[in-house]
């Protein structure tokens, strides 16, 4: 290969290597997506430089329909339904693997009648089974988002027997591969055997734990094009595939930890159902959506506008003075903090008033009720710390609530809320809280004064 | 392949996996899927393999029709994954 | 429909039912609102004021006509017999204490309603004046203390020697009692805490207050936020507790009430005799007997050596406050019960069952009931 | 050596010289305390306790006797005939208030030291008694107005409203001013403050109070801590600047004093009447002429709808804290001046010679001496 | 090679990565030092394992002098001379890839007469540049830090330009010597230019910043084991090389902020005299010992008794709340902390206590001045907030000073003083303060508040 | 060497200085020196050329004189440097 080609792979590997990295802070998140869009197109460019004048129409033909293909989708997508065609993409990018690895060995067993190398081998039937599992798997997946078929967990006895089984089979398959390159039949078997266990895999999990199985798969996936790599000699695919497969576990894991499951927990099926959370809700069947405290600092971070409210749960930990240090560190990163104080929070008049004062927050940065309710819906983040009835939607929705018709703070008409309480416990009214199980809200779960001296370290070092 | 060249790549692999395991430590919420996203577009590299795969004469042999089936469903992945991901980003723009 | 506000007669009464502001709201709202001439001024709101918020000025008797007559204390039976017949009155009663009122009440067919029985339940918080007016009193019995005694509460260490905070015990955590812990605390003081209901242990904390914790002893029952019956074990220990304590303390807070019940005497004459000479004791509770048995209505005394101080009309020291409050409070209650063309009467409603004392010339309240019938 | 204390007779006085901990340290150190009966009493000291310290409880006559007499007050005419010939008196004098008194002491050649002339000196902090009474007085008067107040200090946002916090407006950050500062704030209110020694800004703004500045003009002379001149246009600056603030402010608390001449009037009676009805002025320059036109020598009053409390004796309304202080100040004066055997008569030291009054039958008192000369 | 060798060397390879990354822990450091010696182990034998057995004997002996110098020195060396020591041993290891990039091109354009080609002879040339000024340079950095040569910066005219210069003639050199590979004296003039350059680099450079030029050549001899790794087209070399060279690289750039210098502004030299706060000193003619952050929070972690002396700089800095903050971390520490409340500390009475009351520090921790004078002997450290006067020994000893006389609290009795404030002018008093330049007593400079929040923020961090 | 191992090399290279950026972000100050010190052990890796490189039979080459000193050099770097290293870290135990 040329010298000129394997400079340009390496620097695309590089590229690859600076948007990832990039891709996991918000600030730089869309210029890493550019730099590893470049890196692919360095990529395919020396590629397509290599081949021969005979195969051009051909490939372009292809690279233009998957192109249109992949704009339309991508542009016509609506915007909540993202998560299903990431599923899908990635389903076609376990299929493109199997398939290289696949027409790679039937070029060289069948075609040209080369013996072709176990290493090479190994590799291929690694393309197949990852790459076999990837497709099926994230088909499923994607039909479970999709609504086409049931979210819910499908699960019947023996499943994990089975796959198990058919694990040790498909190995066997490739034993009998190596054994016998020449005969084409039993990476074909091996291929079916692949979609068959991906479709296996994914079906028991439930739809909520999808997003979870998605990343794994895309895991998978690039696992799939590195041993592709190994298949075609070529270091580019090894390390995309590798930074892929590698980061992809690390996010998987940071995903289930987000949402208190282990992954094993995942995988082993027969969750993923809307109960997940069952044990940290306490007897509430609200789900919520986890958030720790490193990304909590992140979306500190992004924001231009911030509203504290503070609760009785501020008093209980006398977080009120890290909770004024908060303020400030946001203030000095040129945030607009304010402090939202509902006229019954805490358990006297006056109660948030006390203890905010003896921290040093300056009177004119409190808000009664009245003044700032309408100012939520401008407001990119809502910190509420320790409140919970006066943040209660069921005092304005709810009819049958005890706090029905008591006036609230309508933090969930911002664009994002962050609660910080220990556990899903009620508060004074005794009463669930839907506003934890809102679209937009993130529990933050810990002692008040503890979680943010801990936010207020990680805000520093951003 | 050789067993050297072989080990070399093993180099490889195994840097850019720690890489990997580096790089993504802390991410906020809000970028879990767009990072995936945005990964699972670079995992479509095996474009270049497809792109291998298909330059070979001839429509009579398999390997090229799979080749070519491979370099469309790896161009979506690629394209369609690294458009969507970039919508998706443009949505968390800091408001000012 | 027509608001009449009398001034008020009480003695030391200072506070007024509606203040400027409100009256303006009301007026906004197309409620004709008459005051009596005067009956701002002890709070700071001039005649001048409420003309100009679009309330009439006028006599007393104009006022008492009015279809709903607005008060902070409860109306004499002068004023009784002044008001139209099924005219509506809205003000503190203490009912039970009154049986005499309600029969003129009854036999004029006056439907009143009493701001201290509103039911303690979230969405009456915005009328809930017992809240609001002990609050007040909350923080007044710590001026009043500071006032009176002869140290400073804080800790200061100076060229001249260091000067120990002072130490403030208070009984009973309710709405008056944290709000004292607050002010107290701020001024820098050490503040202890006793209080029956085991829950109050949490809200004393978080506002920097030491609970006195009763060890081993259970029994209290509360309804609806208020201390019901306590067991006579837990008073035993409680009061040995106490009795540790109160030797060391400087200033005494009580505001431990009862409701519909003589409070309970917490501090007794030996124990007054134990405390330091110069020391204080305010008693929130003087009016309905007080917590302390030596405290006496209305006067500061000085017993043992130890000012005793029982001032029965707190808020009413904070007159501009407490009138912006109440005023507050009892409109929040009007809306509640009325439009300008009328009362709702919704008898089944939560909030009119619990302050509806009177109507149609029958006593409706259950709870005052059962006290007079005893 | 006899150490003699007398019990106050000035009305209003309720401190004494020495607390039963001093007067232990001193008999400790081999003096003869002696101290009238009684003495201790309004501070809280019983004679008890004075006995079990060592000292001697006697008659007054007695303790005149005696070589060193402390006393808070200035002793009066009849007391200094009292003393013995070459006594010495220890106390607050103001002498040159107090002609006749020097000439009495003159004549008996009673030796004198002020404790309000102790120079300013790092290592005289411990005898100085000014400090040590402004500081508890600039306390007390927060306390006072916050008593006198129809409304509370803090902010509170409650069901029944928002109360905004109360405005104090304070004159002179000196000790007494820098301590009514930390109070208000502590309590809640907002605070602003104006001085005429421009390094002041800092010490209110390290308490967390606004200092109001006066652009644009200087002119202000300070010698030893103290504002001893201040330019006319300063002053009318300053004037302007008040006029403004004044209007909002819910209390006003005064502490300018100029050492040995009348205080400087800063709330003309123009500016009381533009006050909010129902705000307070606490005086606390009210003895040397006020600092306030309207201010009348222990008295409270309601002048245009506002209190104007006028006590001059402050810090006697904390006796117990500030007998304390003052004892510690006097007795390391004391021991600073004498062993057991005798005094040192240092005339060249500087505390002595800044705080000796009248020696051997003269007066020798520079400051005294040119300004009783005018 | 072997595949087996080549498996060794990769394995060697990662324990080194997995060494480095537990290094950068307290918590895992010394099993990171462990794993990566062990990787080196590995690497070793899987070399020697290939050597000749003609060679044995004389590698063996090499390898056990070397071993017995390295365990001598290692051991015998006096803790306090650790950093001279590592920086000789740096330069060791850099004169070391010299020599076997000279050996290896002697070997094969002289002994061999091969002709080696450019990638290699510029590994070569790049191999002995860097190795040569590792050495010399580690060793002056040694011989500074010993004090056999000054430790202050040896400036002279022109230097940038003279060490411009040789760089220029070095790279002159090598490209001759790529000319002209059978001519050996290239090479070796290179090596003298590289020696010479290395003398130069690091003798303008003061004693105070030798640290951060270990540190850099520590990077730079990384630098030259991935170009011996080259030379020899060995990949162990070049992993292990790269690593140390970039995380070295990552540790100067901190340790130089951490001494709040800029990189490029140390090695242009001249600088890490003692001088260095000589504006910060103000007309002041005390000496004094100025102190990091990260170094005050290094001290503030290793004591057990602390006590906070808090002066009017805290009250005008508003910095009661950190003061607190800072006190609370410490106790959680284990760390006994006190305050000593001096009686006139601040310019009211009882100044202190009203701050540190609204920042809710408890009463029982507060002392007044008779109550903990004695105790200061006892203490390892005093930390001094905006206090002078207070703690002005000048009181107790200078018969002539204004506050003669006034008590003072006794902190220059403790183990460690740290003073905090933000420049060497007066207090109140006016009066210079000794204590200041006391051999137990560091300054760290600066407003209070910003600095204590910094400290915060580091010591969370240890 | 050919241009194509050349960038193999050059794939290791870039990858582990990557890495080596990324494990290093916050030390503790204490840590500074010891982590500089144990890296530069791992510096030592020159040994491997060393040994290398002293594998040369017969005294008379000055390439194998070379090679041992670099040899004898690279050891002490190695030994000394591990050695110091854990001496320093074991006095991190941390008193209580
Ligand atoms: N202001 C008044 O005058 C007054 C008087 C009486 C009653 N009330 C009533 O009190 C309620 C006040 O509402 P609110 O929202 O302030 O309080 P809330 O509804 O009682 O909720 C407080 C929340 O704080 C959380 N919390 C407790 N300790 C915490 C800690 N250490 N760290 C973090 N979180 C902690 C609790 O959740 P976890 O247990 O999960 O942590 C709890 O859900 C209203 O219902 C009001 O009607 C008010
Ligand atoms: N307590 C009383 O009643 C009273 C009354 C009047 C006078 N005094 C006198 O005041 C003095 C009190 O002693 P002290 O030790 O508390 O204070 P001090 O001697 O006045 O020293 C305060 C120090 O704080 C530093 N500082 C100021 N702002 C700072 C900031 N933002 N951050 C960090 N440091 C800051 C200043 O140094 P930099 O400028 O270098 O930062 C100054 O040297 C005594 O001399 C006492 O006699 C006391
Ligand atoms: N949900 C609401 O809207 C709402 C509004 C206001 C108050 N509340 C609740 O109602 C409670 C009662 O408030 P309140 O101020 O009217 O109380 P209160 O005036 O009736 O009593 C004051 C306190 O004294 C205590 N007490 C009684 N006997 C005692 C004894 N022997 N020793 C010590 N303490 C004794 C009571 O427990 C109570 O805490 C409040 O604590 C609050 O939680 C609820
Ligand atoms: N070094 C020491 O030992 C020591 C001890 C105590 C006090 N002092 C200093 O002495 C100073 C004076 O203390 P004091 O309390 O006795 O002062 P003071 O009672 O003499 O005066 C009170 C304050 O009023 C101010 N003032 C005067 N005229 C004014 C006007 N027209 N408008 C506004 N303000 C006016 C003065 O500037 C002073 O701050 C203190 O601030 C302190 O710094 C020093």
Same mark, same amino acid.
């Given at each position: 290969?040329?010298?000129?080609?394997?400079?340009?792979?390496?620097?695309?590997?590089?590229?690859?290597?600076?948007?990832?990295?990039?891709?996991?802070?918000?600030?730089?998140?869309?210029?890493?997506?550019?730099?590893?869009?470049?890196?692919?197109?360095?990529?395919?460019?020396?590629?397509?430089?290599?081949?021969?004048?005979?195969?051009?129409?051909?490939?372009?033909?292809?690279?233009? %329909?998957?192109?249109?293909?992949?704009?339309?989708?991508?542009?016509?997508?609506?915007?909540?339904?993202?998560?299903?065609?990431?599923?899908?993409?990635?389903?076609?990018?376990?299929?493109?693997?199997?398939?290289?690895?696949?027409?790679?060995?039937?070029?060289?067993?069948?075609?040209?009648?080369?013996?072709?190398?176990?290493?090479?081998?190994?590799?291929?039937?690694?393309?197949?089974?990852?790459?076999?599992?990837?497709?099926?798997?994230?088909?499923?997946?994607?039909?479970?988002?999709?609504?086409?078929?049931?979210?819910?967990?499908?699960?019947?006895?023996?499943?994990?027997?089975?796959?198990?089984?058919?694990?040790?089979?498909?190995?066997?398959?490739?034993?009998?591969?190596?054994?016998?390159?020449?005969?084409?039949?039993?990476?074909?078997?091996?291929?079916?055997?692949?979609?068959?266990?991906?479709?296996?895999?994914?079906?028991?999990?439930?739809?909520?734990?999808?997003?979870?199985?998605?990343?794994? #798969?895309?895991?998978?996936?690039?696992?799939?094009?590195?041993?592709?790599?190994?298949?075609?000699?070529?270091?580019?695919?090894?390390?995309?595939?590798?930074?892929?497969?590698?980061?992809?576990?690390?996010?998987?894991?940071?995903?289930?930890?987000?949402?208190?499951?282990?992954?094993?927990?995942?995988?082993?099926?027969?969750?993923?159902?809307?109960?997940?959370?069952?044990?940290?809700?306490?007897?509430?069947?609200?789900?919520?959506?986890?958030?720790?405290?490193?990304?909590?600092?992140?979306?500190?971070?992004?924001?231009?506008?911030? %509203?504290?409210?503070?609760?009785?749960?501020?008093?209980?930990?006398?977080?009120?003075?890290?909770?004024?240090?908060?303020?400030?560190?946001?203030?000095?990163?040129?945030?607009?903090?304010?402090?939202?104080?509902?006229?019954?929070?805490?358990?006297?008049?006056?109660?948030?008033?006390?203890? #905010?004062?003896?921290?040093?927050?300056?009177?004119?940065?409190?808000?009664?009720?009245?003044?700032?309710?309408?100012?939520?819906?401008?407001?990119?983040?809502?910190?509420?710390?320790?409140?919970?009835?006066?943040?209660?939607?069921?005092?304005?929705?709810?009819?049958?609530?005890?706090?029905?018709?008591?006036?609230?703070?309508?933090?969930?008409?911002?664009?994002?809320?962050?609660?910080?309480?220990?556990?899903?416990?009620?508060?004074?009214?005794?009463?669930?809280?839907? #506003?934890?199980?809102?679209?937009?809200?993130?529990?933050?779960?810990?002692?008040?004064?503890?979680?943010?001296?801990?936010?207020?370290?990680? #805000?520093?070092?951003? | 392949?050789?067993?050297?060249?072989?080990?070399?790549?093993?180099?490889?692999?195994?840097?850019?996996?720690?890489?990997?395991?580096?790089?993504?430590?802390?991410?906020?919420?809000?970028?879990?899927?767009?990072?995936?996203?945005?990964?699972?577009?670079?995992?479509?590299?095996?474009?270049?393999?497809?792109?291998?795969?298909?330059?070979?004469?001839?429509?009579?042999?398999?390997?090229?029709?799979?080749?070519?089936?491979?370099?469309?469903?790896?161009?979506?992945?690629?394209?369609?994954?690294?458009?969507?991901?970039?919508?998706?980003?443009?949505?968390?723009?800091?408001?000012? | 429909?027509?608001?009449?506000?009398?001034?008020?007669?009480?003695?030391?009464?200072?506070?007024?039912?509606?203040?400027?502001?409100?009256?303006?709201?009301?007026?906004?709202?197309?409620?004709?609102?008459?005051?009596?001439?005067?009956?701002?001024?002890?709070?700071?709101?001039?005649?001048?004021?409420?003309?100009?918020?679009?309330?009439?000025?006028?006599?007393?008797?104009?006022?008492?006509?009015?279809?709903?007559?607005?008060?902070?204390?409860?109306?004499?039976?002068?004023?009784?017999?002044?008001?139209?017949?099924?005219?509506?009155?809205?003000?503190?009663?203490?009912?039970?204490?009154?049986?005499?009122?309600?029969?003129?009440?009854?036999?004029?067919?006056?439907?009143?309603?009493?701001?201290?029985?509103?039911?303690?339940?979230?969405?009456?918080?915005?009328?809930?004046?017992?809240?609001?007016?002990?609050?007040?009193?909350?923080?007044?019995?710590?001026?009043?203390?500071?006032?009176?005694?002869?140290?400073?509460?804080?800790?200061?260490?100076?060229?001249?020697?260091?000067?120990?905070?002072?130490?403030?015990?208070?009984?009973?955590?309710?709405?008056?009692?944290?709000?004292?812990?607050?002010?107290?605390?701020?001024?820098?003081?050490?503040?202890?805490?006793?209080?029956?209901?085991?829950?109050?242990?949490?809200?004393?904390?978080?506002?920097?207050?030491?609970?006195?914790?009763?060890?081993?002893?259970?029994?209290?029952?509360?309804?609806?936020?208020?201390?019901?019956?306590?067991?006579?074990?837990?008073?035993?220990?409680?009061?040995?507790?106490?009795?540790?304590?109160?030797?060391?303390?400087?200033?005494?807070?009580?505001?431990?009430?009862?409701?519909?019940?003589?409070?309970?005497?917490?501090?007794?004459?030996?124990?007054?005799?134990?405390?330091?000479?110069?020391?204080?004791?305010?008693?929130?509770?003087?009016?309905?007997?007080?917590?302390?048995?030596?405290?006496?209505?209305?006067?500061?005394?000085?017993?043992?050596?130890?000012?005793?101080?029982?001032?029965?009309?707190?808020?009413?020291?904070?007159?501009?406050?407490?009138?912006?409050?109440?005023?507050?409070?009892?409109?929040?209650?009007?809306?509640?019960?009325?439009?300008?063309?009328?009362?709702?009467?919704?008898?089944?409603?939560?909030?009119?069952?619990?302050?509806?004392?009177?109507?149609?010339?029958?006593?409706?309240?259950?709870?005052?009931?059962?006290?007079?019938?005893?």
């Amino acid at each position: 290969m040329n010298i000129l080609i394997l400079t340009a792979y390496l620097i695309a590997s590089v590229l690859f290597i600076i948007g990832i990295k990039m891709l996991g802070r918000i600030k730089t998140a869309r210029k890493g997506n550019m730099w590893s869009a470049v890196g692919m197109l360095i990529a395919i460019l020396a590629t397509v430089i290599q081949i021969e004048a005979i195969s051009w129409i051909d490939i372009f033909i292809c690279i233009i %329909i998957g192109s249109a293909i992949g704009l339309i989708i991508a542009y016509k997508v609506h915007m909540t339904k993202v998560p299903e065609m990431v599923a899908l993409f990635n389903g076609f990018g376990g299929l493109a693997s199997l398939g290289v690895a696949l027409a790679d060995f039937w070029l060289n067993t069948q075609e040209r009648s080369i013996i072709t190398d176990n290493i090479t081998n190994i590799s291929v039937a690694l393309s197949i089974l990852i790459g076999g599992v990837t497709f099926t798997g994230s088909v499923v997946a994607f039909l479970k988002l999709n609504g086409s078929i049931t979210g819910r967990a499908i699960v019947f006895k023996g499943q994990h027997l089975i796959n198990l089984v058919l694990l040790i089979v498909a190995i066997g398959v490739t034993v009998f591969a190596l054994l016998n390159v020449s005969n084409p039949a039993h990476m074909v078997i091996l291929s079916i055997l692949a979609l068959i266990l991906g479709i296996l895999v994914v079906i028991p999990i439930g739809g909520a734990d999808m997003p979870v199985v998605i990343s794994l #798969l895309n895991s998978y996936s690039g696992m799939a094009a590195c041993a592709t790599g190994f298949v075609l000699g070529n270091q580019v695919l090894i390390v995309a595939g590798a930074l892929v497969g590698a980061s992809g576990l690390i996010l998987t894991q940071i995903m289930s930890k987000a949402m208190n499951r282990s992954l094993a927990n995942i995988l082993m099926g027969g969750f993923g159902q809307t109960t997940g959370s069952a044990e940290q809700t306490g007897a509430s069947d609200i789900v919520v959506k986890e958030v720790g405290v490193e990304e909590a600092a992140q979306i500190f971070d992004t924001v231009s506008s911030l %509203i504290i409210v503070p609760g009785y749960g501020m008093a209980v930990a006398q977080a009120q003075h890290v909770v004024r240090e908060l303020g400030e560190i946001c203030e000095k990163k040129g945030v607009n903090v304010r402090y939202a104080i509902h006229p019954v929070a805490g358990r006297m008049p006056g109660h948030m008033n006390v203890l #905010l004062a003896e921290a040093n927050v300056p009177y004119d940065k409190l808000y009664e009720m009245d003044a700032i309710n309408d100012d939520f819906a401008n407001t990119d983040l809502v910190f509420v710390v320790g409140a919970n009835d006066v943040v209660n939607p069921a005092a304005k929705t709810n009819p049958g609530s005890p706090i029905y018709g008591m006036p609230v703070l309508n933090v969930e008409k911002a664009q994002t809320v962050i609660v910080c309480k220990r556990s899903m416990r009620a508060g004074y009214a005794g009463i669930e809280n839907e #506003l934890f199980g809102a679209d937009n809200c993130l529990m933050l779960f810990g002692d008040a004064k503890q979680v943010i001296t801990k936010l207020v370290g990680e #805000l520093k070092e951003l | 392949m050789t067993g050297e060249s072989f080990i070399i790549l093993m180099y490889v692999l195994v840097l850019a996996s720690y890489l990997g395991f580096e790089l993504i430590n802390k991410v906020p919420p809000t970028l879990h899927t767009p990072l995936m996203s945005g990964s699972n577009a670079i995992s479509g590299i095996t474009i270049v393999g497809a792109i291998i795969s298909g330059n070979v004469a001839g429509y009579a042999s398999l390997s090229k029709w799979l080749g070519m089936i491979a370099l469309i469903l790896a161009t979506i992945n690629v394209v369609g994954g690294y458009a969507v991901t970039d919508r998706m980003l443009k949505m968390f723009k800091k408001k000012k | 429909m027509k608001v009449g506000v009398l001034k008020e007669t009480k003695e030391r009464e200072r506070r007024v039912a509606l203040s400027p502001d409100v009256a303006r709201s009301l007026v906004k709202k197309e409620f004709d609102v008459l005051i009596e001439s005067g009956a701002g001024e002890q709070s700071g709101f001039s005649d001048e004021e409420y003309t100009s918020a679009g309330a009439v000025v006028s006599t007393r008797s104009d006022v008492c006509n009015a279809d709903v007559i607005l008060k902070v204390e409860a109306p004499t039976v002068e004023e009784a017999n002044l008001m139209r017949n099924e005219a509506i009155s809205i003000s503190f009663l203490y009912a039970y204490t009154r049986p005499e009122l309600l029969s003129v009440f009854n036999e004029r067919r006056i439907s009143s309603f009493a701001m201290d029985a509103i039911p303690r339940i979230s969405r009456a918080q915005k009328m809930d004046a017992l809240s609001s007016q002990s609050n007040l009193a909350g923080y007044k019995t710590v001026i009043m203390g500071a006032h009176a005694l002869g140290k400073i509460f804080p800790l200061m260490m100076t060229a001249a020697g260091t000067i120990t905070p002072a130490k403030v015990l208070i009984f009973g955590a309710g709405v008056a009692g944290l709000q004292a812990i607050a002010t107290a605390k701020r001024l820098g003081a050490m503040v202890e805490v006793t209080d029956v209901r085991p829950e109050t242990k949490e809200q004393v904390e978080s506002l920097g207050g030491r609970f006195l914790v009763v060890e081993g002893a259970e029994g209290v029952k509360t309804e609806g936020g208020y201390a019901r019956e306590v067991s006579a074990e837990f008073l035993a220990k409680q009061k040995q507790l106490i009795e540790d304590r109160i030797k060391e303390a400087d200033i005494v807070i009580t505001t431990a009430l009862v409701i519909g019940k003589k409070s309970p005497v917490l501090v007794t004459e030996e124990m007054v005799k134990t405390m330091k000479p110069g020391s204080v004791i305010v008693d929130m509770a003087v009016e309905s007997g007080g917590n302390c048995a030596l405290s006496e209505l209305d006067k500061t005394v000085v017993k043992h050596g130890v000012t005793i101080i029982g001032e029965s009309n707190l808020p009413s020291t904070l007159p501009v406050n407490a009138s912006q409050l109440y005023a507050t409070n009892i409109s929040a209650l009007l809306l509640h019960l009325a439009t300008r063309d009328g009362f709702k009467w919704e008898m089944e409603e939560e909030i009119t069952r619990g302050c509806l004392i009177t109507h149609k010339g029958e006593l409706v309240h259950e709870f005052t009931k059962s006290i007079l019938s005893k």
